[in-house]
């Protein structure tokens, strides 16, 4: 943990702020407590923030441990509360969870020496749940991302392993696909194509993974009753598989033929 550990203390005996002071201290020699022992002083520090942890007695002479749990965990859902309490029953500790407490520990005398071992837990369940969060988030921008891009590329994009089945097919164009692709994916092209064409396929397929490198080959296809040309780059992308992007160039292929007619031999 970089900096002090900063706790919010919430009990209006100041003994026993103290003493959860001091047993959390033995955990976290780097420790800066916020103490409250009123509602003023409580309304001000929730106003402030800036802490990471919160230790509340259930008893309190100006309110209860449920309510200032619940005022807790709708300002900062995602801070540990530990209630630290003489007070309290089993019915209470089970509501309280239900509200979003952390962990519940006893003020006897046998079971204080737990403080330090609880807040080490729910402050290493925090630290979980923002990774967790953070993970998603970086994750859904990332799809997000990639279907923006997807929706701007007009090429084919296909994920193939070693043995040339389709293991993926990138929502792209789907006019240009050999065949739909629910009867593509998880088929091979020997299954999909004749076994000479297949077989060139494969074959670069193999390339890519064997050397490393991205492989360039140019084909034909007929596709709705139409002969179209397509550029194609096969790279590795797992040790087992490659991404093959392909690129309609039938256009350019006819005006090159054309060209070529009308220059003649």
Do not use: C
Request: a negative charge.
């Amino acid at each position: 943990m970089t900096g002090a550990l900063r706790v919010l203390i919430v009990d209006d005996n100041p003994d026993d702020r103290a003493i959860a002071a001091r047993e959390l201290g033995g955990e976290f020699p780097d420790i800066r407590t916020i103490e409250v022992a009123d509602a003023t002083t409580f309304e001000a520090a929730v106003e402030r923030g800036g802490f990471e942890l919160v230790i509340t007695e259930f008893r309190l002479a100006w309110s209860d441990g449920l309510a200032v749990l619940r005022e807790l965990k709708y300002r900062y859902p995602e801070i540990p509360v530990i209630m630290f309490t003489g007070a309290g029953s089993e019915e209470i500790a089970v509501e309280a969870m239900r509200v979003g407490l952390d962990d519940y520990v006893l003020k006897s005398p046998e079971h204080v020496v737990g403080l330090p071992v609880a807040a080490a837990a729910v402050l290493e369940r925090a630290r979980d749940r923002r990774a967790r969060r953070q993970a998603e988030e970086a994750l859904r921008s990332s799809e997000a991302h990639l279907r923006a891009l997807f929706a701007s590329m007009s090429d084919v994009i296909l994920v193939l392993d070693r043995d040339g089945r389709y293991l993926e097919i990138g929502p792209t164009s789907p006019e240009l696909l050999f065949r739909p692709p629910e009867e593509m994916l998880g088929k091979t092209m020997h299954e999909l194509f004749a076994p000479e064409q297949a077989d060139a396929f494969l074959e670069a397929v193999r390339r890519a993974l064997d050397t490393r490198s991205t492989v360039e080959i140019e084909y034909m296809l007929q596709i709705r009753g139409e002969d179209m040309r397509f550029a194609a780059s096969i790279s590795p992308m797992l040790e087992d598989s490659v991404v093959w992007v392909a690129r309609d160039i039938t256009e350019r292929k006819q005006a090159e033929d054309a060209a070529r007619s009308r220059d003649g031999p």
